[in-house]
């Protein structure tokens, strides 16, 4: 009786030790692969040259990169936490390129399409974008 208990035991663990913590589809990191912005007429890659790399994890997201543009150069990077809502996610800075963009909040549409993450922005309190509004699409990493 008490090796069948025992028996028991051990399997019970061994199968609650396997099971994985649930994550949420955007967790990971992503590569960009396309860019059209609020503010530019140019796009990334066609005319914005360089990469950005963003990463999400447990509430959490950082991001990094470098774009050039004929003869101006931006190294971009930022971290900060995330909250999802359904289909978007509002951001709070906590690091920045520029010192007054931490703490600040952002809101964002977002869909995944088999591997590719695509956000928009800016969203207002209701989740709907501006006619004009920025679009970045990322592909998985493996």
């Not at 590569?31 to 796009?43: D, I, K, N, P, W």
């Not at 999400?56 to 997201?61: L, S």
């Not at 003869?71 to 995330?82: E, F, I, S, V």
Request: glycine share 10%; hydrophobic share 35%.
């Amino acid at each position: 009786m008490k090796r069948t208990i025992f028996l028991s035991l051990i399997i019970s663990l061994i199968i609650g030790g396997c099971v994985q913590e649930k994550r949420t589809p955007i967790e990971g990191a992503w590569q960009m692969v396309y860019a059209s912005y609020l503010s530019r007429t140019e796009t990334f890659p066609a005319q914005i040259k360089g990469g950005q790399i963003k990463t999400w994890n447990d509430g959490h997201y950082t991001f990094v990169g470098h774009f050039e543009l004929d003869t101006m150069a931006m190294d971009n990077y930022g971290a900060g936490t995330y909250k999802l809502e359904g289909g978007g996610f509002e951001t709070k800075r906590i690091y920045a390129r520029t010192k007054d963009r931490i703490g600040t909040s952002e809101r964002f549409l977002w869909e995944i399409r088999n591997d590719t993450l695509i956000q928009r922005q800016p969203a207002d309190e209701n989740w709907k974008l501006p006619e004009k509004f920025t679009t970045e699409k990322y592909i998985r990493l493996k």
